[in-house]
């Protein structure tokens, strides 16, 4: 089998913010954590990045910044995406510009189009810029779910090397590895079921807990990727009620309480996300607490 560009545990990384800004001192200290912490590759600005209320030139630099701080240690796959196709090429040309090893791109929103839009959009990205993409497929946020069909169809591109599949359908990726072939990357966006995603032939996941237990999910995907299925099945009961807490509110507000309770920076969010609730947040200590993270 052909190795996949990209494997293991990769951190969907948060933007600190602090008095309305990027806190860029707190955000290169949680990139050293995590590559201290043996996590497999780094993604800012994406959804967890709360990239939809960053500015441009915030977004670009805190891309500039991670591939900065990374110094080739671990590979960046920048948060490229948009639901305009020639924005979305413009953030790939910066990502490939300042060095990122690929972008994220994820499906149009708001606007839906068909499957043979969705082609085009990523074959025009494909056509633009000679960097890596990966397909961002998260349809409980975008309201569009781009078929394993049209996946197939993408995977012919160069430059279209794999998926990001936050479905959380595990059937799903079976098919989809038989149909994309085995230079295709598969990378869950789901923390709960990358364990069964991994049984189903793929090859890790953009995590939002490794923000918050970055060497738990180094250590579970170590595990997944050398076949060892019983100490990854402990990994997993021991981080699987911190998945599910970092989302009983509004992500990112839950993770950047946790990493707020580590000392690692401020849990400032921006509108029209909101601080963590004050009623989840003894059930996001306790799941730390399970997680070994306190």
């Not at 494997?7 to 990384?13: I, V």
């Not at 948009?82 to 060095?99: D, M, P, Q, W, Y």
């Not at 794999?162 to 789901?190: F, I, N, P």
Request: one cysteine or more; hydrophobic letters at 45%.
């Amino acid at each position: 089998m052909s190795q996949p560009l990209f494997q293991g545990a990769l951190t969907a990384l948060i933007t600190p913010f602090r008095d309305g800004a990027v806190d860029e001192a707190a955000f290169t200290k949680l990139v050293e954590r995590q590559i201290a912490a043996g996590i497999h590759g780094l993604v800012p600005v994406g959804t967890t990045g709360e990239t939809a209320t960053l500015s441009h030139d915030e977004h670009r630099r805190v891309v500039e910044l991670c591939v900065k701080t990374a110094a080739g240690r671990v590979p960046v796959i920048a948060g490229a995406g948009s639901n305009s196709t020639e924005e979305a090429i413009e953030l790939v040309r910066h990502a490939k510009t300042v060095g990122a090893d690929a972008a994220l791109v994820v499906t149009p929103y708001y606007n839906r189009p068909n499957q043979e839009g969705l082609y085009r959009h990523y074959e025009a990205i494909n056509d633009a810029v000679q960097l890596p993409v990966l397909v961002y497929n998260v349809p409980g946020r975008t309201s569009i779910d781009i078929g394993n069909d049209t996946l197939a169809r993408l995977a012919r591109l160069p430059n279209v090397v794999g998926v990001k599949d936050a479905t959380g359908d595990l059937a799903r990726a079976s098919l989809q590895r038989l149909v994309c072939g085995e230079h295709w990357t598969m990378l869950s966006g789901d923390d709960p079921t990358a364990l069964g995603y991994i049984a189903h032939g793929g090859h890790g996941c953009i995590s939002v807990t490794s923000n918050v237990a970055p060497e738990g999910m180094a250590a579970f995907f170590n595990a997944c990727l050398q076949g060892a299925w019983t100490t990854a099945l402990e990994w997993q009961d021991r981080l699987v009620r911190l998945h599910k807490a970092l989302f009983l509110d509004a992500s990112p507000a839950p993770t950047k309480f946790a990493l707020a309770h580590l000392g690692l920076c401020a849990e400032d969010v921006r509108l029209p996300i909101t601080p963590c609730a004050e009623a989840v947040r003894p059930a996001v200590l306790d799941a730390m607490k399970e997680a070994g993270v306190i």
